[in-house]
């Protein structure tokens, strides 16, 4: 059989086998052809989709129709991946470098959430956030907000969940490639530099760039397409592209302009990315 | 170190404090979860009688009654076993099709393995309203009616992603000789696999496997749009909340918490001993 | 049934290695364990025919919607018939029901459900595109009994594919104590004051009937014109944050939970709702309210025979008024009302009084309603 890898392959000092041909691509066939007809054609559907009736100008009419909303979705998700590495950076150092033998448990802690289903989590923060919940409450006894203020439909109230619900995406990869740098370099630096602040910007923080760079990808691309949090927490005016999507996604009439729409989403979301792992210089994505 | 020592304390402090007001955060509302699958909402009257409420949104008084008549929705019920069997089903085809994939990408080098890693990666860099709109237009222009099938096909989809990057991690470091070894040892290929292989990459093949099972039991975007009439578990919750909100959705919330809690425990324990037992 | 149903589960861990098979049994379901539950029940009767009949329904549209077997109507049905239902919240709103299923429907195939309660317009566009199976009429004696009002709609005017399931009051529902003062009319609802505490439907009749009837247009005799000049309206309100949100039939739910001060509202969702909120008021506004009709139609591939014992079984008059008095909405069923208690009989949301101001749309043509769609769609959607 093909998965021992014992067949015709010759030794190599490496251990990986360069001459066999078909073998790869026989262990690669069936995920391939998965991706291939439940990803690629889907997306070139989609695309062929977006020009049908109109042609061009349905990305045009996106813009116009939608652009109020394209650039609110692109702020929230933006504000809620800033404000991840700000409660998420310390959170992840704190655990690599500090916690000593409570590592393990507040790394359960960070990811033991998401075992709650990502629906009743939301409805959860709507119980706290109703005007006589909690949080609310709280608000008003400070005077942070005012008298009939309220949390809910408000633009933080969505940008919070987004925050909340992509959040651990953002702590795991800091933490991993906190936990990967050599503790070693971290003893020597305080010769070099003798000073802590020195240390973390000089050493520990360059060396955790591609973690903080994975984190924000995985907290920015889901929330440019969630609806869930922005239909439960928000109201009319806190609607982002996916609940113009998801509103009439089925529509006939609307099918094009959507697919224009999808597929805008997805090319300034990949846009984005680019962009940043130039600025971060990170060649390698994850 | 010592020299630094009293200008550290402060500042060491203070991530103190602010790593555990972030974990605060994170177990705001699972806290609420699990108090509210201790309520019955509603009201009482002024004759002292009580009447329960449809949503379980704002607390009315302590009760074990969620928990005693869990089933007291057969349908709510239902719908999360359904959600229960697309999720071993989905683990198993992209575990398999998934663990394939890694050993292909980490065992072999050829041509057009980049394109096929940049493959890989592109279904993680998409939002999930652009994976599942595109799946749909592409069951509608084919003209494939919704239901179990296509949930399974979009889920695959997704986790085959997640299960070769993370397989494909965990095995990246293995040293392939060793099969070579066994091979001239005698064993056959199957052998090789069952012995030398398997045992090597089975732990990140399940560690895997729990998050893809966990990604499909929980996932609504690319489930609702692909679904046609058929409820999951998260599907159903977002329909029956417009009536009602019972508390038996907590319920359920709640033991999914407490088992991958169990279950997570039980791994590590079993990590720590079996850690132990090869060091020796 | 739970423990039959663990032992499958465990069953289904066992085979997991049988992908394909799996793939089988996770989308069937034991309903028809409990069918055969019933069907052998000793007070099943001698006409029993077994299956099962699929309803699609709105939320609030049965005692006890969400637990739907535990409701006297659907209860009653299946000890007298045989037949099992299956009954699911499938409707939010008529468009977007429909879309969900009209590539099923053009390509001839069955959607799932052997009934659905799409609004009366809705209905005559599936009549009209050939979705619906035909009723076996003689099947169907209780036919009889459709008010004469709803006898003979133009786009089926023999009722041989459709029968009304109710009547629905579009009005308003508040809570005095969240806007301080009483909303008497629509003008209240619209007033400036109540900026970003009210929900709107997104159902074009309803929310463009409403701004229709504020500027003085009965919806019976709207011009295309003034349908568009209210779109514009809407837009309008929306524009100044007027709407908390605009919403189908979730608007109940923040409406329950005392989250929205005032609601555009159906008569019924509010009484299932005032048992938890007894502060909730109902109005109907002066300028008058929205009068429609949910419509039972037998989507294509639907199983004819089970859906019609349905229809039958709700328009016997004993059957239909127990179950209207319980949802508070309008029965459309003859003699319905002397099955009610004398309360319920005089309650003018379930039986408003003939000259109520309640004002019902006119059929729009095509072209009226793609237009009329699409400028309420890009008034309220985007």
Redesign the interface.
Same mark, same amino acid.
């Given at each position: 059989?093909?998965?021992?890898?014992?067949?015709g392959a010759k030794?190599v000092g490496d251990?990986?086998?360069?001459s066999?041909?078909w073998?790869?691509?026989l262990?690669?066939g069936?995920?391939?052809a998965?991706?291939f007809v439940? &990803?690629?054609?889907?997306?070139f559907?989609?695309g062929r989709?977006s020009l049908v009736r109109g042609g061009l100008s349905n990305y045009s009419n996106v813009f116009s129709d939608n652009g109020e909303v394209i650039l609110r979705t692109f702020v929230y998700a933006f504000v809620a991946t800033v404000l991840a590495v700000v409660?998420?950076y310390?959170?992840a150092?704190?655990?690599a470098m500090?916690a000593g033998r409570f590592k393990?448990l507040?790394l359960?802690?960070?990811?033991?959430? &998401?075992?709650?289903?990502?629906?009743?989590?939301?409805?959860?923060?709507?119980?706290?956030l109703?005007g006589?919940g909690p949080v609310v409450g709280f608000l008003h006894w400070t005077g942070l907000l005012s008298k009939n203020g309220e949390v809910l439909n408000t633009h933080a109230a969505v940008i919070g969940a987004l925050l909340?619900n992509f959040?651990?995406f953002m702590v795991l990869p800091i933490y991993v490639s906190l936990d990967k740098i050599d503790r070693r370099l971290l003893e020597a630096a305080?010769d070099l530099y003798a000073?802590?602040r020195r240390t973390f910007f000089k050493v520990t923080l360059p060396l955790s760039l591609p973690g903080v760079f994975a984190g924000s990808?995985l907290t920015f691309?889901?929330s440019?397409?969630? &609806?869930?949090n922005a239909e439960l927490l928000g109201g009319d005016r806190q609607r982002m592209?996916?609940n113009i999507?998801?509103k009439n996604?089925l529509r006939e009439n609307f099918?094009p302009q959507?697919?224009a729409l999808? &597929?805008v989403?997805?090319l300034l979301?990949?846009g984005g990315?680019l962009l940043y792992a130039r600025v971060l210089g990170t060649e390698e994505?994850? | 170190?010592s020299s630094?020592a009293v200008?550290?304390r402060w500042?060491?402090r203070v991530?103190?404090v602010?790593?555990g007001a972030?974990?605060a955060?994170?177990?705001?509302?699972?806290f609420?979860?699990v108090l509210?699958s201790f309520n019955e909402?509603?009201?009482k009257l002024a004759n002292g009688s009580w009447?329960t409420?449809?949503?379980n949104?704002?607390w009315g008084r302590f009760s074990l009654d969620a928990w005693k008549n869990w089933? $007291?929705?057969?349908?709510l019920?239902?719908a999360f076993? @359904?959600s229960? @069997?697309?999720a071993?089903?989905v683990v198993?085809?992209s575990t398999?099709?998934?663990t394939?994939?890694s050993?292909?990408?980490v065992?072999?080098?050829?041509k057009g393995k980049g394109i096929?890693n940049m493959?890989?990666?592109?279904?993680?860099?998409?939002?999930?309203?652009?994976?599942g709109?595109?799946?749909?237009?592409?069951?509608?222009?084919a003209?494939v009616?919704r239901?179990?099938?296509t949930i399974?096909?979009?889920h695959?989809?997704f986790c085959?992603?997640y299960i070769?990057?993370t397989v494909k991690a965990r095995i990246r470091g293995f040293?392939?000789?060793l099969?070579?070894a066994a091979?001239d040892l005698g064993a056959? $290929?199957?052998r090789?696999?069952n012995r030398v292989?398997l045992p090597i990459i089975a732990p990140g093949i399940a560690a895997a496997a729990l998050l893809t099972f966990?990604l499909s039991?929980?996932d609504?975007?690319i489930t609702?749009?692909n679904s046609?009439?058929?409820?999951t578990?998260?599907i159903k919750?977002?329909?029956?909340?417009?009536?009602?909100?019972?508390p038996q959705?907590?319920v359920?919330?709640?033991v999914?918490?407490v088992l991958?809690?169990a279950l997570?425990i039980g791994g590590?324990l079993g990590q720590r001993r079996r850690g132990r037992v090869t060091t020796r | 049934?739970?423990l039959s149903?663990r032992q499958?589960?465990v069953r289904?861990?066992l085979l997991?290695?049988f992908?394909p098979g799996?793939?089988a049994?996770?989308?069937g379901?034991?309903k028809s364990s409990s069918a055969t539950e019933a069907a052998t029940d000793g007070s099943a009767a001698a006409t029993s025919t077994g299956g099962v009949v699929r309803i699609?329904a709105w939320?609030?549209y049965i005692e006890n919607?969400?637990?739907?077997?535990k409701a006297a109507t659907i209860a009653n049905f299946i000890k007298k018939t045989g037949i099992d239902v299956d009954y699911?919240?499938?409707i939010?709103d008529n468009v977007s029901f429909t879309a969900?299923?009209e590539?099923?429907l053009k390509?001839g195939?069955g959607?799932?459900?052997d009934i659905a309660q799409p609004t009366s317009w809705m209905a005559s566009k599936w009549i009209a595109n050939g979705w619906v199976e035909p009723f076996p009429v003689d099947k169907i004696p209780n036919k009889v009994n459709v008010i004469d009002s709803l006898a003979s709609p133009p786009w089926d005017p023999d009722r041989s594919k459709s029968l009304p399931y109710s009547l629905i009051q579009t009005g308003i529902a508040y809570y005095p104590d969240k806007i301080d003062g009483e909303i008497t009319s629509i003008k209240d609802l619209f007033n400036p004051k109540l900026k970003g505490k009210i929900t709107i439907l997104s159902e074009m009749r309803d929310s463009v009937g409403f701004m229709l009837l504020m500027m003085g247009v009965k919806p019976a005799d709207a011009k295309l014109e003034e349908m568009l000049k209210a779109c514009e309206e809407l837009k309008k309100l929306r524009d100044a944050g007027q709407f908390r949100k605009i919403t189908g039939?979730?608007y109940?739910?923040d409406l329950?939970?005392?989250d929205t001060a005032a609601a555009m509202a159906w008569s019924g969702d509010v009484a299932?709702?005032q048992?938890?909120n007894p502060d909730l008021k109902w109005v109907l506004p002066s300028e008058g309210g929205i009068l429609s009709s949910d419509t039972l139609i037998i989507p294509k591939g639907g199983n004819t025979d089970t859906a019609a014992a349905w229809i039958n079984y709700l328009y016997d008059p004993t059957v239909s008024g127990p179950l209207f008095e319980a949802i508070n909405y309008g029965s459309p069923v003859k003699g319905a009302a002397d099955s009610m208690t004398a309360e319920a009989k005089a309650n003018p949301v379930i039986n408003p009084a003939p000259d109520a101001a309640l004002y019902a749309w006119r059929d729009l043509t095509d072209d009226e309603q793609n237009q009329v769609d699409e400028a309420f769609v890009a008034a309220t959607q985007q």
């Open positions: 059989m093909a998965l021992g890898g014992g067949g030794p251990g990986l086998h360069p066999n041909r073998v790869p691509w262990l690669l069936p995920g391939l998965w991706l439940f &990803f690629v054609i889907p997306l559907e989609l989709g409660l998420g310390p959170l150092y704190f655990i500090k393990t507040l359960a802690a960070v990811v033991l959430p &998401f075992f709650v289903t990502y629906l009743i989590r939301t409805l959860a923060w709507k119980i706290l109703f006589d909340y959040l651990p305080p000073d802590g990808l691309i889901p440019c397409g969630d &609806f869930v592209i996916g999507i998801e996604f099918r959507m697919s999808s &597929f989403l997805m979301i990949l990315v994505l994850a | 170190m630094g200008r550290k500042p060491s991530l103190g602010w790593a972030v974990v955060f994170l177990f705001a509302p699972i609420v979860v509210f909402p509603g009201r009447v409420g449809r949503y949104y704002k089933n $007291a929705y057969p349908d019920t239902s076993y @359904r229960v @069997r697309i071993l089903v198993l085809i398999i099709l998934g394939l994939m050993l292909a990408l065992k072999y080098r050829f096929v493959l890989l990666v592109l279904p993680l860099t998409m939002p999930e309203i652009v994976l709109f595109s799946l749909l237009t592409l069951f509608v222009t003209n009616s239901g179990v099938i399974v096909i979009a695959v989809m085959v992603s070769t990057t040293d392939w000789r099969e070579e091979a056959n $290929a199957w090789t696999f292989t966990a039991l929980d609504f975007i609702y749009l046609g009439r058929v409820e578990f998260p919750i977002w329909i029956t909340k417009r009536s009602s909100i019972p959705i907590n359920f919330g709640t999914v918490l991958s809690l997570s590590l | 049934m739970s149903r499958f589960i289904a861990g997991a290695g992908g799996l793939l049994a996770c989308g379901d034991d699609a939320p609030f919607d969400q637990n739907p077997k699911q919240l499938a939010d969900k299923f590539g099923d390509a195939k959607i799932g459900f039939n979730g109940i739910e329950g939970a005392g299932g709702i048992i938890d």
